[in-house]
T-cell receptor, first 115, second 113 residues
Framework: DAGVIQSPRHEVTEMGQEVTLRCKPI?????LFWYRQTMMRGLELLIYFNNNVPIDDSGMPEDRFSAKMPNASFSTLKIQPSEPRDSAVYFC?????????????FGPGTRLLVL | GDSVTQMEGPVTLSEEAFLTINCTYTATGYPSLFWYVQYPGEGLQLLLKATKADDKGSNKGFEATYRKETTSFHLEKGSVQVSDSAVYFCALIFYNQGGKLIFGQGTELSVKP
């Protein structure tokens, strides 16, 4: 079975450019999560969706970040305009159900470098 | 607020040594607790979990017991292998926070032959 798929795996861009990260969750999973990993802040949840609806976006750092889930098999995380401090690894994860006991399955991540 | 604290790394061990990675949490309720592992260049994978006090999670020779009295979930393995070299993350979820995983800072383990 295919796991969570993310693209691109690596992205290098210049400050001010728009960046779009993509995620395909595991088929049948109802929940989708976007995380960011940095040396300074560790792993932090940015936003998560249930049945394509954003439930909690309190972790989105600022208005430059936006996320969408137009259907059950696709989500995007967009940064516009990008800044060097956005450089990080961005992970997408999905789970069959939300809640306290469910396992989240992570994609391989997108390593973003903003110059 | 709710938080997870792990022992700092890197931890360097020889093959077949005993491993302990400490994890404690601060919370007002009773979360579920998880250990995730991240191999170089990969995403996180669930290693084990425990959903209530005194539960023991185990997988691939790793174990951790949910200790409510000490708010801890220490990871142990009796004999590590070179292939166990990775970064290990302790995490928790609360029942009223949907799927919001709160992670510790991660502990890097390096196992030498």
């Amino acid at each position: 079975d295919a796991g969570v798929i993310q693209s691109p795996r690596h992205e290098v861009t210049e400050m001010g450019q728009e960046v779009t990260l993509r995620c395909k969750p595991i088929s049948g999973h109802d929940y989708l999560f976007w995380y960011r990993q940095t040396m300074m802040r560790g792993l932090e949840l940015l936003i998560y969706f249930n049945n394509n609806v954003p439930i909690d976006d309190s972790g989105m750092p600022e208005d430059r970040f936006s996320a969408k889930m137009p259907n059950a098999s696709f989500s995007t995380l967009k940064i516009q305009p990008s800044e060097p401090r956005d450089s990080a690894v961005y992970f997408c994860a999905s789970s069959l159900r939300g809640g306290q006991t469910e396992t989240q399955y992570f994609g391989p991540g997108t390593r973003l470098l903003v110059l | 607020g709710d938080s997870v604290t792990q022992m700092e790394g890197p931890v360097t061990l020889s093959e077949e040594a005993f491993l302990t990675i400490n994890c404690t949490y601060t919370a007002t309720g009773y979360p579920s607790l998880f250990w995730y592992v991240q191999y170089p260049g990969e995403g996180l994978q669930l290693l084990l979990k425990a959903t209530k006090a005194d539960d023991k999670g185990s997988n691939k020779g790793f174990e951790a017991t949910y200790r409510k009295e000490t708010t801890s979930f220490h990871l142990e393995k009796g004999s590590v292998q070179v292939s166990d070299s990775a970064v290990y993350f302790c995490a928790l979820i609360f029942y009223n926070q949907g799927g919001k995983l709160i992670f510790g800072q991660g502990t890097e383990l390096s196992v030498k032959p």
